[in-house]
């Protein structure tokens, strides 16, 4: 089991920039992937940026040169640093694990809310 919890939200103006954190505790040694998604009320949830556990990265068309996600060595936190955020980016945001064997890991979301 692996438990991922969330913080860093909160509201900001558009123009301005947000860093999402996630720790991550219990079996990490079989992660394969980390990531961030994002959901809005009505929506399923949206891909936002993931990293594998090798260092490979992938953004969804809308995060791209806006927002960079990263861990630490030890996988234990992944971050989200956002900027330039705008009104459509506002959700509320999920970290995910992903096991070897595809069990995936969620954490319980953190607001992030962009408005002027």
């Known amino acids: 089991q692996v438990q991922l919890v969330e913080s860093g939200g909160g509201s900001v103006q558009p123009g301005g920039s947000l860093r999402l954190s996630c720790v991550a505790s219990?079996?990490?040694?079989?992660?394969?992937?980390m990531a961030w998604y994002r959901q809005t009320p009505g929506n399923q949830r949206e891909l936002v940026a993931s990293?594998?556990?090798?260092?490979?990265?992938n953004y969804a068309d809308s995060a791209k040169g806006r927002f960079t996600i990263a861990t630490n060595n030890d996988k234990t936190m992944v971050y989200l640093q956002m900027n330039n955020l705008k009104p459509e980016d506002t959700a509320l945001y999920y970290c995910?694990?992903?096991?070897?064997?595809?069990?995936?890991?969620w954490g319980q979301g953190t607001q992030v809310t962009v408005s002027s």
């Open positions: 995910k694990y992903v096991a070897y064997g595809l069990t995936n890991y």
């Open positions: 219990g079996r990490l040694f079989d992660i394969y992937s």
């Open positions: 990293i594998t556990r090798s260092g490979n990265l």
